[in-house]
C-alpha cells in the first residue's frame, strides 16, 4: 500500500524539530543569544546544585491540587523544588564490551559582547570591536567531551573530571563530574552513569546562566570487538497466575529496554533487536505507534482475488444468490483456518515454559473463535429465516452507507473483522439454545477501526429475524436492541448514526411484507436535561424551537436529516396536541423519505407510549426501573418478546464506583429481560481493555470471548494486522524538570502554535500538510487544570509567541479566536455546532471566509473527548500530564492523527513521582502501550455497593416481575416469604455466587478452571 501522507509526515518531523530546537536548543550549533539562556530555554538544563524553583513560576489555578475529582494524584508537597542538576542512565553491556562516554550536545553558554551596530540575529552574532559601545549576549559552546571506559571484572565506583575534547586532547573539567557505577554480573555488567553539574547555586560565582549546562545529555557507545555490546536490561519474571500477564508476555517478547533513565528519558536506535552499539538520554524522547490496519493479513488478498465481492455488504444481501455468499463465507473462514495451522500451530515448539501455556491458550481461542464463525456459516445455508435477516441487514447497511447524509457516500464495503465478527454472534442470535448465547462477545479494536458499523449491522440482523420470526414483532413491534453508553456526548453522536441505520431498515420494511405493519424505530433514552421526559415539557420545548429560541432541554436531537443531510430545522419538529407523539419530518424534496416522518423517538413518554426497535441510551437512564411501571413495556413484560441483544459500547468506561452501580442495575436488566432459561445475548466493544474477564462477569454474569482473538504476536491477529505504510502517531515527551507546570505548558503551546505558523510563512508547508497540526488540542486531567489553562492561552500564550517569532525572525501568529472548550461544562445541544466547527480546514477558511470560519487554534479538552469525538482533521494534542489510567491516556490520544500522521506531545510533571516514572520509561511504555492497560475496578457485590443500591435491585424485580406488586400502592400486600419473591432472591444470590466463584478460580493457561473452597 502506497503511503499518501508523505508530505504530512515531513511536516510533522518538521514541527517536531522546530518546537524541540525552541524548547530546549540549539537553534544553530554556534548561536549567539541576547536572551537569558535560561529565560530562552525550556528544558534539557543542568542547574547548580541547590538552585530551586522560582516563585514566578507559580502553579495557582492550573495544578489539580488535592481535588477529590481530578483524575491524577496531586503534586507531592517539596518534591523536585530543587532544579536538576544532574541526569542519569542504567544499561547492561557484556562483560567484554569495551565502553565510550561522552556528552552529546551539551554546552555552556559563555557571555559575550556585540557589535552595537550589528543587526539582532537569532543565531549568530558578531563580536564588537574594541572601544564599542557594547550589548550583552551568550555564545554557545558545545563541550564535546567523552572518555573511555575498559572492560572491568569488579562492581565499583567513578568518578570522573579527566575528558577527551572534540580534538583528541585531554582536558580536565572541575565543574561538571561524571559518576559511573559498575555492577559486575555473571552473564553482564550494568551500569549506572550520571552527569553532575558541580556548580553551586552562589550569586557570588557569575551570572548563573554561564553556570548551567544545556542541551544536557549523555551518550554511551558499547561494542565487543566489532559487534554492539548494549543488552537489553533483564525482564521481570512473568507472573505466573496472571492470564493477561502471560498472553502480554507472549504477545510483547519482542520489546525490549535496553536503558532506563534517571530524572530524564533514555533512547536507543529504532528496531532494535538482541543488541545495539549506543544508548542516549533525551529530554524529548519520541516513539513512532504505528497504527492497526483493519485490513487483515495477507492471506486474504488471494482470497479478495478468488472472490471478488465477497466483503460488498451489497452482494451479501443478495437473496436469490444464496449458495454462492454462503460459499464465499465458507473460503473465508478457511483462510482463518489456514492462518492458524500456518502462523500459530506450526509454531508452537518455538515456545517453551510459561510462554509455551499461553501460546496453547490462544491457540485454543483462535480455534475456538474459528469453530464460531463456520457456525454462523452453516445456519446461513441451513436456516432460510437466519438468511434473509443476514442479506436484510447487509442490505440496510449498505443502504444507509450510500444516503447523502454520509461524509463520503458510497457502497459499503466491509471489513475483514466486521463481517467474521457477525458470522461469529448470529447464532447465538438466532438460536437462544446455544452456548454462545452465555458469552459476551467482546470487539476490542483500536479506536477508529470500525467497531460501530460492526455491531449496527447486528442491531438490523437482530430486529429483521424477530420480524421474520414472530408474529406479535410484525404486528405491534417492540424493543428488540438495547444500547448503552456512558457519557451523553458519545450517545447523542451514536444516536445520529444509528438513526441513519434505522431510516433504511423501515424503508426496505415498508417494501417488503414479510416485516410486518408495526414502525421499525429508534429512541433516544437519556436524562431529561437533554431531553425532556414529559410531552408537555415538549411541546413547550419546541415551541421555543419554533421561535429560534434554545432550551437546554429539547426534542430536537437530530439536527440533520439522517438520509439526505439536509438541515432539521426545529419547524421540522411537530408535536401532536393530544396523543404522546412528536413528527419529524425532512423537507427537502428531493429527500429519499418522500416527507414521510422519520422512525425516530426522542422523548420519554413517546418511547414508553410506542417502544422502539432499537433504545439507545446512557446507563445511568436505567435507574428509572425500580421507580416506574410504564418501563415494563420496553422489556416486554406486559406481552411480547424482551429486548434480545444488549450492546455496551465502550466497556472499559464501566468502572469505579459506576461499574458498582452498574453491575447491581445490569441485574435487574438480566432478570427482567430473562424468559425461562434464555437470557438476553450481550455484546460490546472497546478499544483498551484489561483483565476483561472478570469484569464482563462483575458486570453482565457471563464468559468473554475477546475478539480478534490475539494471535502470538501483537502485530498479527489475522483480523487487525500492524501497519507498517499507514499513517501513525509521534509521541514526544517533554519534562518540567526545574519549571512550574504553568510555565512548562505555556511554552509547550506556544513553541507548537508558532512554529506551525512559521513553517506555513517559510513555505516549507502549505495549507493541505500544515493543517492537521494548525489547531492545537490541549487535553487536561481536570477542570480544575483546564480553567487556569484559559487563561494562560489569553496572556501567558501569545506573549510567549511574540518572543519566539523574534528568535524564529517570523511573523508572531495571531490567536485572534479564544480557546474553545470541550468538557461537561457544554451544554448537549452546544457540541455538535463544535464538533463541526473544528472540522473546518486552512484551505476551506482562505478560499471563502464568508462560508467558513477561521480553524480553531486551541481547543482545551477534559476526558470527555476520550470517547466519540472524531474530527478527522485534527493531528496534535498535548497531554498536560500522564493520565491516571492507560487506558485513558489511549483513548485520549487516539482522538488526534485518525486516518493522518498525528503528533502527541505528553507534558510530563516533575512534581507528581508517577509522571517522572512514565517518562523515564518512555521508550519502552510507548513501544507496548497496550500492554499497560489496568484491570478495571468493579465491585457490585461489596459492602458499600449494597449498602447505596441492593433495595434498588430488590425492589425492582419484586414489582415488575412477581404479578399483582406493580402499582405503587400494591407494596402494602408485599410478602418476603413469598414463593415468587424467594425465587428472585435466589436468582440474586446464584449471580452473587458467580462472580465470587470466579474471583476465587485459579486460573491455567490451558483453561483448566479449577474451583477453590468458599
Known amino acids: 500500500m502506497a503511503n499518501d501522507h508523505k508530505p504530512q509526515e515531513q511536516v510533522r518531523a518538521d514541527l517536531a524539530e522546530l518546537a524541540s530546537a525552541l524548547l530546549m536548543g540549539p537553534l544553530a550549533p554556534d548561536e549567539i543569544i541576547e536572551s537569558a ?60 564490551a569495551t565502553i565510550t562516554i561522552g556528552l552529546g550536545e551539551t554546552s555552556r553558554y559563555v557571555p559575550v559582547e ?66 559511573v557505577r559498575r555492577r559486575v554480573g555473571p552473564a553482564q555488567h550494568v551500569y549506572t552513569v550520571t552527569l553532575i553539574n558541580e556548580e553551586t547555586d552562589d550569586e557570588d560565582a557569575g551570572p548563573r546562566d554561564a553556570r548551567c549546562l544545556f542541551q544536557a545529555g549523555i551518550v554511551i557507545e558499547a561494542t565487543v570487538g ?28 519482542d520489546v525490549r529496554e535496553f536503558a532506563v533513565g534517571h530524572g530524564v528519558a533514555a533512547t536507543w536506535p529504532p528496531d532494535a533487536t538482541a543488541a545495539v552499539g549506543h544508548v542516549r538520554t533525551a529530554w524529548l524522547p519520541e516513539t513512532r505507534v504505528l497504527g492497526t490496519s483493519p485490513d487483515g493479513h495477507a492471506f486474504l488478498d488471494e482470497f479478495r482475488t478468488s472472490y471478488p465481492d465477497a466483503l460488498k455488504a451489497e452482494f451479501l444481501s443478495r437473496e436469490s444468490e444464496r449458495a454462492a455468499v454462503v460459499a464465499a463465507l465458507a473460503a473465508f473462514a478457511d483462510r482463518y483456518a489456514e492462518w492458524i495451522d500456518r502462523f500459530l500451530r506450526a509454531r508452537l515448539e518455538e515456545f517453551r515454559g510459561d510462554l509455551r501455556d499461553a501460546a496453547d491458550h490462544n491457540l485454543g481461542r483462535c480455534s475456538s473463535t474459528l469453530d464460531r464463525i463456520r457456525a454462523g456459516v452453516d445456519m446461513l445455508r441451513s436456516d432460510d429465516a437466519v438468511w434473509s435477516a443476514f442479506a436484510l441487514a447487509n442490505a440496510a447497511m449498505d443502504r444507509q452507507s450510500r444516503y447523502r447524509a454520509k461524509e463520503h457516500p458510497r457502497p459499503l464495503q466491509w471489513r475483514p473483522f466486521q463481517l467474521a465478527f457477525m458470522l461469529l454472534v448470529v447464532p447465538g442470535l438466532a438460536d437462544p439454545s446455544l452456548d454462545d448465547r452465555e458469552c459476551m462477545d467482546l470487539l476490542w479494536f483500536p479506536t477508529g477501526g470500525g467497531k460501530t458499523e460492526a455491531y449496527l449491522a447486528l442491531t438490523a440482523f437482530q430486529i429483521f429475524h424477530r420480524r421474520l420470526t414472530d408474529g406479535h414483532r410484525r404486528e405491534h413491534g417492540g424493543v428488540d436492541v438495547l444500547m448503552r453508553y456512558t457519557l451523553r456526548l458519545l450517545t447523542v453522536q451514536q444516536f445520529q448514526r444509528a438513526a441513519s ?32 421526559n414529559l410531552m408537555e415539557d415538549a411541546r413547550e420545548a419546541l415551541d421555543q424551537e419554533h421561535a429560534d429560541q434554545k432550551p437546554k432541554s429539547t426534542p430536537r436531537q437530530l439536527l440533520r436529516c439522517p438520509v439526505c443531510g439536509s438541515e432539521l430545522r426545529g419547524t421540522a419538529y411537530r408535536a401532536d396536541p393530544l396523543q404522546p407523539r412528536i413528527d419529524i419530518t425532512c423537507s427537502q424534496k428531493d429527500c429519499e423519505t418522500g416527507g414521510r416522518p422519520l422512525p425516530v423517538l426522542t422523548v420519554d413518554a413517546t418511547i414508553y407510549e410506542s417502544p422502539p426497535s432499537l433504545l439507545i441510551g446512557t446507563i445511568d437512564k436505567f435507574a428509572q426501573l425500580p421507580r416506574r411501571t410504564d418501563i415494563r413495556r420496553i422489556f416486554g413484560l406486559d406481552g411480547g418478546l424482551p429486548p434480545g441483544l444488549i450492546i455496551q459500547d465502550e466497556l472499559h468506561l464501566i468502572s469505579g464506583p459506576l ?23 450481550v455484546i460490546g466493544s472497546t478499544a483498551t481493555i484489561g483483565h476483561a474477564a472478570e469484569q464482563v462477569r462483575a458486570l453482565f454474569d457471563r464468559s468473554v470471548l475477546q475478539f480478534p482473538p490475539p494471535g502470538f504476536d501483537a502485530s498479527d491477529s489475522f483480523f487487525a494486522v500492524r501497519d507498517s505504510t499507514g499513517p501513525d502517531r509521534l509521541y514526544v515527551g517533554i519534562p518540567t524538570a526545574g519549571r512550574s507546570p504553568k510555565f512548562a505548558l505555556q511554552a509547550v503551546i506556544a513553541a507548537l502554535l508558532q512554529s506551525a505558523a512559521t513553517l506555513a510563512e517559510r513555505g516549507k508547508a502549505d495549507d493541505a500538510s500544515i493543517d492537521a497540526y494548525w489547531t492545537c488540542v490541549a487535553y487536561f486531567n481536570s477542570l480544575r487544570e483546564l480553567g487556569g489553562a484559559y487563561v494562560l492561552m489569553q496572556d501567558d500564550v501569545p506573549r510567549q509567541m511574540q518572543f519566539l517569532a523574534g528568535r524564529l525572525a517570523s511573523k508572531r501568529r495571531d490567536l485572534e479566536l479564544e480557546p474553545e472548550e470541550l468538557s461537561s461544562r457544554k451544554s448537549s445541544r452546544e457540541l455538535p455546532g463544535l464538533l463541526h466547527a473544528l472540522s473546518t ?21 477534559s476526558n470527555m473527548i476520550s470517547v466519540g469525538v472524531d474530527v478527522p482533521r485534527l493531528g496534535l494534542m498535548v497531554v498536560n500530564g500522564q493520565p491516571k489510567s492507560t487506558a485513558e491516556y489511549i483513548q485520549a490520544s487516539s482522538r488526534v492523527g485518525r486516518g493522518i500522521p498525528g503528533l502527541v506531545i505528553t507534558l510530563y510533571n516533575f512534581g507528581r513521582p508517577r509522571d517522572l516514572s512514565h517518562f523515564e520509561h518512555f521508550r519502552s511504555y510507548h513501544s507496548a502501550l497496550y ?69 476465587r478460580l485459579k486460573f491455567d493457561p490451558l483453561e483448566r478452571i479449577v474451583p477453590i473452597e468458599i
Open 931 to 999: 500492554r499497560s492497560v489496568e484491570a478495571t475496578s468493579v465491585t457490585p457485590w461489596a459492602p458499600r455497593a449494597r449498602d447505596k443500591a441492593l433495595h434498588a435491585v430488590v425492589a425492582s424485580v419484586v414489582r415488575h416481575l412477581v404479578p399483582g406488586l406493580g402499582g405503587d400502592e400494591d407494596a402494602t400486600r408485599f410478602d418476603p416469604s413469598g414463593q415468587a419473591v424467594r425465587d428472585l432472591v435466589q436468582a440474586i444470590l446464584l449471580r452473587v455466587s458467580a462472580v465470587s466463584c470466579w474471583r
Open 114 to 179: 556585540l557589535d552595537p551596530d550589528a543587526k539582532p540575529d537569532p543565531t549568530a552574532g558578531t563580536a564588537a570591536p574594541k572601544g564599542a559601545q557594547v550589548r550583552k549576549a551568550w555564545k554557545r559552546s558545545q563541550l564535546g567531551y567523552s572518555v573511555r571506559l575498559s572492560p572491568a571484572q569488579e562492581s565499583g565506583t567513578l568518578r570522573i573530571n579527566q575528558f577527551v575534547d572534540a580534538q583528541g586532547a585531554g582536558i580536565t573539567d572541575k565543574r561538571l563530574a561524571l559518576h
Open 659 to 681: 461499574g458498582s452501580m452498574a453491575g447491581l442495575y445490569e441485574t435487574i436488566v438480566d432478570l427482567v429481560c430473562t424468559r425461562g432459561k434464555v437470557r438476553p445475548k
Open 501 to 532: 441505520l434505522i431510516s433504511a431498515c423501515e424503508a426496505i420494511r415498508e417494501s417488503d411484507k414479510r416485516l410486518g405493519d408495526a414502525r421499525i424505530s429508534l429512541g433516544l433514552y437519556v436524562g431529561g436535561e437533554a431531553t425532556p
Open 841 to 861: 480546514t486552512l484551505a476551506q477558511f482562505k478560499a471563502d471566509p464568508f462560508e467558513f470560519a477561521a480553524p480553531k487554534d486551541a481547543v482545551l479538552a
Open 226 to 253: 566489532e559487534s554492539p555490546g548494549i543488552q537489553p536490561r533483564s525482564a521481570p519474571p512473568i507472573t505466573g497466575g496472571d492470564e493477561d500477564s502471560l498472553v502480554n508476555s507472549l504477545l510483547y517478547r
Open 37 to 96: 539562556p535560561v529565560d530562552t530555554y525550556l528544558t534539557g538544563i543542568l542547574w547548580p546544585r541547590g538552585a530551586p524553583v522560582d516563585g514566578m513560576d507559580d502553579d495557582a489555578g492550573l495544578d489539580s491540587g488535592s481535588d477529590p475529582a481530578s483524575a491524577v494524584e496531586a503534586s507531592v508537597p517539596g518534591y523536585r523544588a530543587i532544579r536538576p542538576c544532574s541526569i542519569g542512565i542504567t544499561f547492561a553491556v557484556a562483560k567484554e
